[in-house]
């Protein structure tokens, strides 16, 4: 028997990535006590944690990061420090931004200020994204390239980024900054496209197509993140930054037909829409710094989807209460989608 001597702090770990990495560490980590913060905003659900709540090596705080009388002491008592909580949907930062710069900045500064003056915290990962480097026209970011949020969820979390890099260069804070690509899986909130994608064409519902649908996202299973998260913790290095990508960059409109294809659903399910404003064209990672510390993928993208798909048909426990149920999902969906007028470009049935 193992003894958990290991305290590590997992913020936002009611959401997707965070659960998944909750459930991934106390799995691989029987020295690790695990404690998730999370001040369970629409997007965090305490059915997300439901196979380790009651567990002795996991603690649940419901709590808000931006808190420093709620955060503080938890980062104190942490050696490792996961900070996946954020505002995280591009379409809600182009409505409301203020929750963003709030949680996503703010609650950053809190936290990295706690750990500024914990002796105890040797590793503060900063969940950072992709999206920092804004659209990428041709090749792959390097964890070298500027940074060039276009909308106000990546420009939060590069403002997070930056100052988790700060803590570090100024107050030698152990931060290790990741910027990962697209994330799919299990438990993704139905609003980011495969869940939502998935759950209508389940139900025989039209699926949104943003613009021209030539957008490229390069897809990475939340497992593979996780692994690679873990990894880092144990090989990273502090003050540096490390991209996580799939390998599989795909065009939305391929991803739906693929979807659709995968569900037996027919191609005139696809509703082409007005484009989001400022959509960035395509996202693209160079992970040849984090290969070089042993990490590969081993979700392939056609088994990795045909899984996904298969959860959320598994699993309407989980979302329809979401999508039928929670008033405030209904009303983002309808101020979403509700207006946006059906406009042809003639490119989503290619
Ligand atoms: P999510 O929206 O599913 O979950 C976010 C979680 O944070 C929720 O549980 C929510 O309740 C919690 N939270 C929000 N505000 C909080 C606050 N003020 N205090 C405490 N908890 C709060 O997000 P996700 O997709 O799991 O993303 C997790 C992290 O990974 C984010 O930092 C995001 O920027 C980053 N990321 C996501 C992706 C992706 O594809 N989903 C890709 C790269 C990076
Ligand atoms: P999303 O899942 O919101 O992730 P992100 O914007 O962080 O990359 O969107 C992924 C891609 O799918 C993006 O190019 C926008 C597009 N999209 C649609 O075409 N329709 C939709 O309804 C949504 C939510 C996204």
Redesign the pocket.
């Known amino acids: 028997m193992v003894e958990p001597t290991v305290a590590v702090l997992v913020t936002g770990g009611a959401g997707f990535i965070g659960s998944n990495f909750v459930l991934h560490a106390m799995a691989t980590h029987p020295e690790w006590r695990v404690t998730t913060l999370d001040k369970l905003t629409y997007a965090g659900r305490l059915e997300n944690l439901r196979d380790v709540i009651n567990d002795p090596r996991h603690r649940f705080v419901e709590g808000d990061v931006a808190d420093p009388a709620v955060a503080g002491p938890l980062v104190k008592e942490s050696d490792i420090v996961v900070h996946f909580a954020a505002e995280?949907?591009?379409?809600r930062s182009l409505h409301d931004a203020g929750a963003f710069i709030t949680t996503d900045v703010y609650g950053t500064f809190v936290l990295l200020d706690a750990a500024r003056q914990a002796a105890r915290v040797r590793r503060f990962v900063q969940i950072s994204?992709d999206?920092v480097y804004g659209s990428v026209e041709s090749g792959s970011s390097t964890e070298h390239d500027e940074l060039k949020p276009r909308n106000p969820?990546a420009a939060s979390k590069a403002g997070a980024d930056r100052l988790a890099y700060s803590y570090w260069a100024t107050h030698g804070v152990p931060v290790l900054v990741t910027r990962a690509s697209?994330n799919y899986g299990p438990r993704q909130f139905p609003?980011?496209?495969?869940p939502?994608?998935v759950t209508n064409a389940i139900d025989h519902l039209p699926?949104?197509?943003?613009?021209d649908?030539r957008?490229i996202?390069d897809w990475l299973h939340v497992e593979d993140h996780c692994r690679a998260i873990d990894l880092l913790i144990d090989k990273g290095t502090d003050g540096e930054v490390y991209n996580i990508g799939g390998g599989n960059e795909v065009r939305?409109v391929d991803?739906t037909h693929r979807i659709l294809t995968e569900l037996d659903r027919p191609t005139s399910l696809i509703r082409p829409?007005e484009d989001?404003l400022g959509?960035?064209r395509r996202?693209s990672v160079d992970t040849t710094k984090l290969q070089n510390l042993g990490w590969r993928p081993r979700h392939g993208f056609d088994e990795g989807l045909r899984a996904t798909v298969a959860w959320y048909r598994d699993n309407e426990w989980w979302w329809r209460p979401i999508k039928e149920a929670d008033p405030a999902y209904r009303d983002y969906y309808a101020t979403?989608?509700g207006t946006r007028t059906s406009h042809q470009t003639g490119s989503s049935g290619t």
């Open positions: 995280t949907h591009v379409d994204t999206e969820y697209n609003e980011k496209i495969i939502l994608f699926v949104p197509l943003y613009g649908g957008h996202r939305n991803l829409v989001r959509h960035d996202y979403q989608y």
